[in-house]
């Protein structure tokens, strides 16, 4: 066990914090080169056409980073909104110092900076630099960022100003209008880029070392077939322990991510489709010792629960039942026992099979199962991650919707 709890740290500690870096195509390279000014601090670098691609380029790269950086404010709002941020995001500020270096520049192109229309920045810094500046603020028009903000509101709003030069934070306004009238896009600077990082990497950093928790699982199961397979899918190591019983050794942020949030082991059902009884205690410690002696005492407790069952314990002595089912084969399980498994409804789950009989064999899209279930979108897609998680549910695909945003998923319902 030594050896594999060595292996394991050798190959942590290459790795440093990696920051994906979200904007449009000429500010991402600005932006990631003074994010890897910072010692420790690689980047991923993800531009985009059109600010609303982020939520796609997010989702696409979520296990390829510790934190994103957006160069502004909307990509960030739209990630967020979507719920496509799993790791700690934070997005470059353009008020304050960034703002008075483009009123600079607009006077020395011989431009009124009393009179803009200025969107995204919020009314109230915007005064305070103009306060700061001793300007006048009786004809600025500003248009600050608020939920459900998207590019062609702003044009519009800029629009309805033809005499002000415009001031945006969005790569799209600015294309938009640059043959219409003065536009000046405003850019991150280095000292705002600055911030926004090091506030990021502290979080990413605390992220990372919770992440990187020991987890120690002890698995007993007759039938090895498929036990190496799901090792690999935490992202850890099997070794034989004591007594026939298997040591899975991974870190907190795999097990965390394959289990939903700690909240089902899909792991255990496939295993127990080929065994009468399968037990996994998994125990999650600062060192391996007391990873260890927690891992013993939720496979103690996963005994008691039943022939299949999986318990993850915590310090404090804090237990969580992964999950407990029986060896029935999930098609044949009650609607209650699914339910308590994905912690969702029986009047959904039944909507969910009425929806997989109409729709036979084909694959559903989230939008189709968000009109059958009455729900947002976002609502659906939560759904249907857990049930993916419980193997109740596979992706299938992606299909364009015919509009900006990002491509609808395609799902079969197995349940």
Not at 37 to 49: A, C, F, I, W
Not at 77 to 106: H, K, Q
């Amino acid at each position: 066990m030594i050896a594999v709890l060595t292996e394991m740290s050798e190959r942590e500690a290459c790795v440093g914090i990696v920051i994906g870096v979200v904007g449009p195509h000429d500010l991402v390279d600005d932006v990631a080169a003074v994010c890897e000014e910072q010692p420790g601090v690689s980047t991923l670098r993800l531009d985009y056409d059109h600010e609303s691609q982020a939520p796609a380029i997010v989702e696409a790269h979520a296990t390829s980073v510790e934190g994103w950086l957006f160069t502004g404010i909307v990509p960030y709002m739209l990630s967020r909104d979507a719920e496509a941020l799993t790791r700690p995001a934070a997005f470059v500020d353009y008020s304050g110092a960034t703002l008075l270096n483009a009123l600079v520049r607009l006077q020395h192109q011989g431009e009124d900076v009393t009179r803009l229309s200025i969107d995204t920045l919020s009314a109230a810094d915007v005064d305070a630099t103009f306060t700061e500046a001793g300007l006048p603020t009786g004809e600025l028009r500003t248009h600050p960022y608020r939920p459900g903000m998207t590019s062609q509101k702003a044009i519009a709003f800029h629009r309805r100003s033809p005499a002000h030069t415009v001031i945006t934070c969005l790569s799209s306004v600015y294309e938009a209008l640059r043959d219409e009238r003065h536009v000046l896009r405003l850019v991150p600077s280095v000292h705002s880029v600055r911030v926004a990082l090091r506030q990021l990497v502290l979080t990413a950093e605390g992220q990372v070392q919770e992440d990187a928790q020991i987890a120690l699982g002890l698995i007993e199961v007759a039938n090895e077939e498929g036990l190496l397979r799901e090792a690999t899918a935490l992202g850890g190591t099997l070794a034989a322990f004591r007594g026939g019983t298997h040591l899975l050794v991974t870190t907190r942020g795999p097990l965390h991510d394959a289990t939903g949030g700690f909240t089902g082991l899909p792991m255990l059902a496939r295993l127990a489709g080929q065994n009468d009884a399968v037990r996994v205690g998994f125990g999650l410690g600062r060192s391996a010792a007391e990873a260890e002696s927690l891992a013993r005492r939720a496979l103690a407790k996963a005994r008691r629960i039943g022939p299949v069952a999986a318990v993850l314990s915590l310090r404090a002595d804090a237990d969580i039942v992964l999950e407990s089912v029986t060896t029935t084969p999930a098609g044949r399980q009650s609607l209650s026992v699914i339910a308590r498994r994905v912690g969702l409804s029986v009047p959904t789950l039944e909507k969910l099979l009425q929806a997989r009989a109409a729709a036979g064999d084909e694959p559903l899209t989230t939008r189709e199962i968000a009109d059958r279930l009455a729900v947002q979108q976002r609502t659906a897609r939560r759904m249907l991650h857990r049930l993916e998680l419980a193997g109740l549910a596979e992706r299938t695909g992606n299909l364009t919707s015919g509009s900006s945003g990002r491509p609808l998923t395609l799902y079969r319902l197995t349940l």
